[in-house]
Each structure stands twice: as structure tokens, then as C-alpha cells.
């Protein structure tokens, strides 16, 4: 069974930061790209970061500065690190899995809500 679990979602000031974690279980890991995925209502779904298996990364351009992704394969886990947020960071978070082999399943996870507000 594919899991992936994630945490460290909450509500933070402007300015704040915040560090997103995502675990996972039954993937080879090390075969997966890892994303996060943000939607924000009456937004379309934005991929914010991205980390491939072999370590390129690549973020959309409102976030580049401010956001880091990373990865710890010893532990199935990629991290989101947050920092300088605004409001408009405002949304459901979502860890992705994308095969490297593109006959394969993509997984999601069950989201965590980011909520930047005074």
C-alpha cells in the first residue's frame, strides 16, 4: 500500500515561515520525483517544486527565493522549508510522486492547509 504522509501545515503570520514534511511508504523512493502541489480556492493547481530522483530541482518563479525543497532518501522524505510567506501562499499543499518510468502510478498525498494571515 503507497502512503504518503504529510505534515507541518498550519497558520503563520506574513514574514513567518514554515516546514512542510512528506513521508513515504510502499515506493521504491529513490525511483520517484518528488513535487509539491499547492490549490487555492478559485485558483488552478500550481506545481510549486519539484526534486528529481537524481536531485534537480526547480521551483515556479513566485516562489524562487523563498521556498526549498529537498530530499532525504535514507528517509523516504522530501521537505518543502517556507520562508518570507504571504497571503498568497495561502493554500492546500500537496506531496507528489512521479514515477520515473511514466507507465507507473502517480501518488498524492491527502494535503496539508498553509494559511498566511494577520
Known amino acids: 500500500q503507497v502512503q504518503l504522509v504529510e505534515s507541518g501545515g498550519g497558520l503563520v503570520q506574513p514574514g513567518g515561515s514554515l516546514r512542510l514534511s512528506c513521508v513515504a511508504s510502499?515506493?521504491?523512493?529513490?525511483?520517484?520525483?518528488m513535487g509539491w502541489i499547492r490549490q487555492a480556492p478559485g485558483k488552478q493547481r500550481e506545481l510549486v517544486a519539484v526534486?528529481?530522483?537524481?536531485?534537480?530541482?526547480n521551483y515556479v518563479d513566485s516562489v524562487k527565493g523563498r521556498f526549498t525543497i529537498s530530499r532525504d532518501n535514507a528517509k523516504n522524505t522530501v521537505f518543502l522549508q517556507m520562508s518570507s510567506l504571504k497571503p498568497e501562499d495561502t493554500a492546500v499543499y500537496y506531496c507528489?510522486?512521479?514515477?520515473?518510468?511514466?507507465?507507473?502510478?502517480?501518488?498524492w498525498g491527502q494535503g496539508t492547509q498553509v494559511t498566511v494571515s494577520s
Open positions: 507528489n510522486a512521479i514515477p520515473r518510468v511514466a507507465t507507473m502510478n502517480h501518488y
Open positions: 526534486i528529481t530522483s537524481d536531485g534537480s530541482i
Open positions: 510502499g515506493i521504491i523512493f529513490n525511483n520517484y520525483h
